[in-house]
């Protein structure tokens, strides 16, 4: 079956500017969560998202939100671009039955470059 | 607060050798680890999950270890192949979701 699909790939933006980064899950798949990716410091959670509701949330600015379709589809938002929004967005989807958290099955990110 | 935590030092080893990766956790007791691959550029490719009482676990050349006491898991690769040149993530499990240690970076060399 078809893997996690995020798009775009790439995108330069402008500082002030505003993203919208989407995410498909797997098939069957209700749980979406995002993670931001650095080199300084690597995977930091974002959110994650469970049939529509937003679960959890890491320690992020309000300037990143994120919401998640009937279809599990997900998107994140990230509002007045800052030089250090820099980063490879990884959206993650599992089967996120109640606490137990399994596999997680990345895509292959949004490389995001604000310039 | 939990922590998960990686050597950030690159590991450097010659092709056949066994590459020992370690990660230490913090602050908390995980039921499981995770470890996953990842590869420049891609995101992460989960490789073996070991639950707390499960001592050893074994995927090919792959082996992984959990030890309660030390709070440590280890990661191994036997025989290994420049192909096995990645950076290898830890990670535990958090509210729902896992937190991840920041990976160490094997290099293979021929």
């Known amino acids: 079956k078809a893997g996690v699909t995020q798009t775009p790939r790439y995108l330069i933006k402008t500082r002030g500017q505003q993203v919208t980064l989407s995410c498909s899950p797997i098939?069957?798949?209700?749980?979406v969560s995002w993670y931001q990716q650095t080199p300084g410091q690597g995977l930091q959670f974002l959110f994650e998202?469970?049939?529509?509701?937003?679960?959890n949330k890491g320690n992020f600015p309000g300037r990143f939100s994120g919401r998640q379709f009937s279809n599990s589809r997900s998107e994140m938002n990230v509002s007045t671009l800052e030089l250090g929004d820099s980063a490879l967005y990884l959206c993650?989807?599992?089967?996120?039955?109640?606490?137990?958290?399994?596999?997680?099955?990345f895509g292959e990110g949004s490389r995001l470059t604000v310039l | 607060s939990q922590k998960i935590e990686q050597n950030s030092e690159a590991l450097n080893i010659q092709e056949g050798k066994t590459a020992t990766l370690t990660c230490n956790y913090t602050n908390y007791s995980p039921a499981y680890l995770q470890w996953y691959r990842q590869d420049p550029g891609r995101g992460p490719v989960f490789l073996l999950l070991i639950r707390e009482n499960e001592k050893e676990k074994r995927k090919e050349r792959l082996k992984v270890t959990f030890d309660t006491t030390l709070k440590q898991s280890l990661f191994h690769i036997t025989a290994s192949q420049p192909a096995d040149s990645a950076t290898y993530l830890c990670a535990g499990p958090g509210y729902s979701t896992l937190t991840f240690g920041k990976g160490t970076m094997l290099l293979v060399s021929p």
């Open positions: 998202y469970f049939s529509e509701t937003q679960r």
């Open positions: 098939s069957g798949h209700r749980s």
């Open positions: 993650a989807s599992s089967l996120g039955r109640g606490e137990h958290i399994g596999e997680l099955f």
